[in-house]
């Protein structure tokens, strides 16, 4: 009808938003559970805590070797839920993300405590991660039409989402090529070289510039959402 019409038109103007259809030619990806791509995404998320005391107890090879496995499997699961819709699923929608987290964010940590990675570098990429998931569930928040903890998790669901620019995916980049670098460096002995502490300087500035980008577009975003278009006022009941 009307209404949904503005609303998709809408969405795609103002809000960068990722439209699903109902269709009942779509695949149900909610349905799919015993997948490919979810199998890799567990197998991920339960390396990370291996990797993480690798690090720490000073088995760097194995860490990176690890580290590296894991990587693939990353790569590996979104090819195949992007080839293939039947490996789609909303499970996986969901566990993609928190394993990619966790895979970064355990051994990031586990780096840092072992004296291979500054402190402030850190703070630069947890922080943004915290930030980024919590600017993320604001939009969608805001977005729904009603509240729901099923409509703010479910990013199958007709709502927006706020698309990754160059910055993130360079910055991602950096910040796995710094992960690597600082797991090798006790490896080759390197630890101390000008060249790596120039690196994770870059990564740093990448990282805030990056964030900087991520909060003026949600800034922009949100207040597109505030401002309500025609499709998000309440119909007008007859007295």
């Not at 349905?31 to 993480?52: E, K």
């Not at 402190?119 to 919590?134: A, P």
């Not at 790596?196 to 959402?225: A, E, R």
Request: charged residues 15%; positive net charge; glycine residues 8%.
């Amino acid at each position: 009808d009307n209404r949904s019409k503005l609303k998709l038109r809408y969405e795609q103007k103002y809000l960068c938003c990722r439209h699903t259809s109902n269709n009942s030619h779509d695949v149900k990806v909610e349905d799919n559970i015993y997948t490919i791509p979810n199998a890799l995404s567990v197998s991920r998320i339960i390396m990370s805590p291996f990797i993480a005391y690798s690090v720490v107890n000073g088995q760097h090879s194995i860490a990176l070797a690890l580290f590296g496995v894991a990587g693939i499997t990353d790569i590996l699961d979104g090819q195949i839920a992007r080839r293939f819709p039947s490996q789609r699923s909303l499970l996986g929608s969901i566990i993609d993300p928190i394993g990619d987290k966790m895979l970064m964010g355990l051994t990031t940590a586990s780096v840092w405590y072992s004296g291979l990675m500054p402190g402030w570098l850190l703070c630069i990429i947890l922080g943004r991660d915290i930030i980024l998931l919590s600017g993320g569930l604001a939009v969608r928040y805001k977005s729904l039409d009603k509240f729901s903890l099923k409509g703010l998790f479910n990013v199958t669901d007709g709502t927006m989402e706020v698309k990754p620019g160059w910055h993130g995916k360079v910055n991602m980049c950096l910040q796995l090529g710094a992960v690597i670098s600082c797991l090798a460096a006790p490896i080759w002995s390197f630890q101390h070289s000008p060249h790596l502490q120039g690196y994770l300087l870059l990564t740093g500035v990448m990282g805030v510039y990056s964030l900087t980008q991520y909060i003026l577009t949600y800034k922009k975003v949100m207040g597109k959402i505030q401002s309500k278009p025609q499709w998000m006022e309440e119909p007008k009941t007859k007295s």
